[in-house]
């Protein structure tokens, strides 16, 4: 069965702090891709990145950077110096290519307050 | 990247009532649109994928009854709650597929007093 686990759900933070939001998985499928998404208070889903389960390695975007390890079936996310505009919902999500379809499985989510 | 609209961006409603949510992809062709749910401070639920054409496909739990789905069209998905309840007031989110992208829609929030 597919599941993505979020174990963090409030974390805060003063600004300038580095912070890292948690995501395991899992699935039986060997192919398989996974997301993170931004939620501000708006409502409105922020694509951030979408990462393949054959591509390992480490990706670094500005202040964000991500930590794929399919030995811990992690996909790990860390924001550096953050802001107060950081301040946001994110959410880690699954899709699964045995199923022929884009659903995505979402996490719980881990709600991110940064201070100023 | 491509744009997702729905309509309204909020909707305030009697009990009993049906509700339309239109999601549209305004510079590209979605043969697949899904529509999810999003109750207060909870994560977001798959209720169902609609394929243009073609009858939509309902994740278990969710009633196609009371939530009607049609996508007349390439560019346009509706999502109809009927006879609306209190317990139907959520965050409904939808989302187009293009390529290998899934882009969503700004999300309706429904209020049903």
């Known amino acids: 069965a597919q599941k993505v686990t979020q174990a963090q759900t409030e974390i805060s933070v003063v600004e300038k702090e580095d912070v890292t939001l948690d995501c395991v998985y899992e699935?039986?499928?060997?192919?398989?891709?996974l997301f993170w998404y931004k939620q501000p208070p708006s409502g409105e889903l922020v694509f951030l990145i979408r990462?393949?389960?054959?591509?390992?390695q480490n990706e670094i975007s500005g202040r964000y950077s991500w930590n794929f390890q399919k030995s811990t079936s992690s996909f790990n996310f860390t924001i550096t110096a953050s802001q107060v505009v950081d301040s946001a919902v994110y959410f880690c999500a699954l899709s699964e290519a045995s199923l022929n379809t884009d659903k995505l499985i979402f996490g719980t989510g881990t709600r991110l307050q940064v201070f100023p | 990247g491509a744009v997702v609209s729905q309509h309204p961006s909020w909707v305030i409603c009697k009990s009993g009532t049906s509700v339309k949510i239109e999601c549209r992809s305004l510079d590209f062709q979605a043969t697949t649109m899904f529509w999810y749910r999003q109750f207060p401070k909870q994560s977001l639920m798959l209720m169902a994928t609609s394929n243009e054409g073609s009858k939509a496909t309902y994740e278990q739990g969710v009633e196609k009854d009371k939530f009607l789905i049609n996508h007349a069209s390439l560019t346009l998905s509706t999502l109809t709650v009927t006879s609306a309840h209190p317990e139907d007031s959520s965050f409904y989110i939808c989302?187009?597929?293009?390529?290998?992208?899934?882009?969503f829609g700004p999300g309706t929030r429904l209020t049903v007093l």
């Open positions: 699935t039986r499928d060997t192919t398989y891709y």
């Open positions: 990462r393949n389960s054959f591509d390992e």
């Open positions: 989302s187009a597929i293009l390529g290998n992208e899934q882009f």
